[in-house]
C-alpha cells in the first residue's frame, strides 16, 4: 500500500519560494503518476500540477505556469514541488496525490483519478 507524506510547506513573503516534498514508502513512485492540488479556504479544491509516471511529462494550471516546478527523484522516492515567485493567492493547503499508472507519458490534474494522497502541508503567502 503506497503512503505519500508532504512536507515543506510554511510562511512566506509574496515574491519568495518554496519547495515541497513528497517522499513515498510501500512502493516506488517510479509507477505512479504523481498530482498536485491545493484548496484554500472556502474553495474548491484545485489540480496545481502533475507529472507523468514515464518520460517525466508535466502539466500546469495556468495560475502557476512559469512560476512553478514539478519533478522526481526516483533514488529517494521523493517528487517536489519548486514554488517561486510565490503570490498571495497561492495560500492553501497543499497535497500531493498518487494514482498507479505505470505505463503512461500523460498526466491529468483531476482529484477522482488519484487513489492515494498525503495530509496536506500549509503554504501561507504573506507579508
Known amino acids: 500500500q503506497l503512503q505519500v507524506v508532504e512536507s515543506g510547506g510554511g510562511l512566506v513573503q509574496p515574491g519568495g519560494s518554496l519547495r515541497l516534498s513528497c517522499v513515498a514508502s510501500?512502493?516506488?513512485?517510479?509507477?505512479?503518476?504523481i498530482g498536485w492540488f491545493r484548496q484554500a479556504p472556502g474553495k474548491e479544491r484545485e489540480g496545481v500540477s502533475c507529472?507523468?509516471?514515464?518520460?517525466?511529462?508535466?502539466n500546469y494550471a495556468d495560475s502557476v505556469k512559469g512560476r512553478f516546478t514539478a519533478s522526481r527523484d526516483s533514488a529517494k522516492n521523493t517528487m517536489y514541488l519548486q514554488m517561486n515567485s510565490l503570490k498571495p493567492e497561492d495560500t492553501a493547503v497543499y497535497y500531493c496525490?498518487?494514482?498507479?499508472?505505470?505505463?503512461?507519458?500523460?498526466?491529468?490534474?483531476?482529484?477522482?483519478?488519484?487513489?492515494?494522497w498525503g495530509q496536506g502541508t500549509q503554504v501561507t503567502v504573506s507579508s
Open positions: 496525490a498518487a494514482d498507479y499508472r505505470p505505463t503512461t507519458r500523460r498526466c491529468d490534474m483531476v482529484g477522482m483519478n488519484y487513489d492515494y
Open positions: 510501500g512502493s516506488t513512485l517510479d509507477y505512479y503518476v
Open positions: 507529472i507523468s509516471s514515464r518520460g517525466g511529462n508535466t
